[in-house]
């Protein structure tokens, strides 16, 4: 049987052609390409600076190291999230502080964070979970600098328009890819020269601890032309979730709000026996479906009280929605789905 794989990166000449003209320049390292892409990606996120960096992890870690971020303070981060924001706020020297999340959205909710902001939280961080824009007014309410985490959501028109940082990654099967990749930006010119200053250990005449979270040239070459697909990449994608959604809508699944800016990063269906059956039934239809966060974090931390993220985690399956799945993928997708809800719950 031919598996249907749950997330791939959409690869073409061009990217090819790209990467092979800088192996041949023999410059491979940090340079032009890598500060034209910054540039382009700020741009596209609405805002006037950006720095590339090697990972979406380190664009979290030193978008908080120039907020200041360090010992002693507290960075508010929902407990339903990838495990890249913990480490990020543990390597800035802080303390997370778990909120729990809407178990429909998937994103904070802005009641919980209320409760949770005290007098040691530094900084809000708000992911916009699997693609579907977070309430990040909500946060910035508080009056604390706000980091966007675009991971998920880059391509949508309205997101990392509003934080005073904004992060995101550039992994094989993100929005777009550099292979691995990040960058951080802004429009203050003092947070995004120190994320610059901080990226790289040479040639400094002043000593203090740096990293090489720099971003390479032929990641670069290969980020600008995903860069220049992201748009196209973003209509596929929502042309998918309409079929999905046409094609599912009779079941007893619950699909995920039509919220605006959506970019479907994933399409997340709420199970309503939990995701363990459906994972299973469709495993054996061909489609390898996911738990789209593998683990809660408070489960990590020993927290308990997160009812909200215990929820998701328990019935959030994430079946397979890329470009490339446009055409026959796309309705074997819809097919096994439906035959899989309709033998469970039916
Ligand atoms: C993937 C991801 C990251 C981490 O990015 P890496 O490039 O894998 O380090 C951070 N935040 C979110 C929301 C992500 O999905």
């Known amino acids: 049987m031919n598996r249907t794989p749950h997330s791939r990166p959409t690869l073409g000449d061009a990217e090819v052609r790209a990467v092979a003209r800088v192996l041949s320049s023999g410059m491979l390292a940090q340079g032009p390409e890598a500060e034209r892409f910054e540039q382009e990606v700020a741009a596209a996120l609405g805002r006037r600076h950006g720095a590339a960096v090697s990972s979406g992890t380190a664009a979290l870690h030193l978008a908080l190291l120039a907020l200041g971020v360090g010992p002693g303070d507290r960075v508010l981060i929902p407990s339903y999230a990838c495990s890249a924001l913990l480490h990020a706020v543990e390597f800035a020297g802080a303390k997370p502080r778990l909120v729990d999340v809407d178990p429909r959205t998937f994103n904070l909710d802005p009641d919980a964070l209320a409760r949770r902001v ?134 007893p699944l619950e699909l995920p709000g039509e919220v605006p800016g959506h970019v479907y990063f994933r399409f997340v269906v709420r199970a309503p026996g939990g995701a363990g059956h459906l994972l299973r039934a469709l495993a054996e239809r061909g489609v390898d479906a996911r738990r789209p966060v593998q683990k809660p974090l408070h489960r990590f931390l020993g927290e308990p009280g997160f009812t909200g993220t215990d929820d998701a985690f328990r019935h959030a399956v994430s079946i397979p929605l890329y470009p490339d799945l446009e055409g026959e993928g796309a309705r074997r997708v819809v097919s096994a789905t439906r035959e899989a809800a309709l033998e469970l719950y039916g």
């Not at 960058?183 to 947070?191: E, K, Y």
């Not at 994320?195 to 203090?208: A, K």
């Open 118 to 251: 005290d007098r040691r939280s530094k900084v809000v961080l708000v992911p916009h979970m699997f693609g579907a824009p977070a309430d990040v007014d909500a946060a910035v309410r508080h009056g604390l600098p706000v980091i966007e985490d675009c991971a998920l959501s880059l391509g949508s028109e309205v997101t990392g328009r509003t934080g005073r940082l904004a992060v995101t990654s550039f992994y094989a099967t993100k929005m777009m890819t550099t292979g691995e990749g990040g960058l951080v930006a802004g429009d203050n010119r003092r947070l995004i020269e120190e994320v610059r200053e901080l990226r790289s250990y040479d040639g400094r005449h002043r000593h203090r601890t740096r990293f090489n979270y720099k971003m390479t040239d032929l990641e670069a070459s290969l980020g600008r032309v995903q860069l220049g697909r992201l748009d196209g990449f973003v209509r596929a994608r929502r042309r998918l979730a309409a079929l999905y959604r046409e094609g599912l809508q009779d079941t």
